[in-house]
């Protein structure tokens, strides 16, 4: 599966911006796509999941509430909405897919073994 991330930019804190994450190359009926993020000197870190056969949607605690992920099936695309984006968004952020993900362990980066190329998202304050 190819995965292209598209979305970033550079805002002021307490704006929005929605990340898109299309995916093309196969079905994505039996996987996850994911939300990752890195920001400078730091690990990459979970942000948010979907379950595409469901739509069952998993968020980090440092994003619930003010980020949504979604999907649209006709598109093959998933997009993460962020509000009130504070400078500790600030990071590169990645779409993943895993697989027949387990819903115990779909918050763990093992497992996303397709990647996007990242999109920037700079806060400013």
């Known amino acids: 599966v190819q995965l292209q991330a598209s979305g970033g930019g550079l805002v002021q804190a307490g704006d929005s911006l929605r990340l898109s994450c299309a995916a093309s190359?196969?079905?994505?009926?039996?996987?996850?796509v994911g939300w990752f993020r890195q920001a400078p000197g730091k690990e990459r870190e979970f942000v948010a999941t979907l379950r595409w056969s469901t739509g069952a949607t998993y968020y980090a605690d440092s994003v619930k509430g003010r980020s949504t992920i979604s999907r649209d099936r006709a598109k093959n695309t998933v997009y993460l909405q962020m509000d009130s984006l504070k400078p500790a968004d600030t990071a590169v952020y990645y779409c993943?897919?895993?697989?027949?993900?387990?819903?115990?362990?779909?918050?763990?980066?093992?497992?996303?073994?397709?990647w996007g190329q990242g999109t920037l998202v700079t806060v400013s304050s």
């Open positions: 993943a897919v895993k697989d027949r993900p387990i819903t115990s362990t779909i918050r763990s980066r093992d497992g996303y073994d397709y």
């Open positions: 190359g196969r079905t994505l009926r039996d996987s996850a």
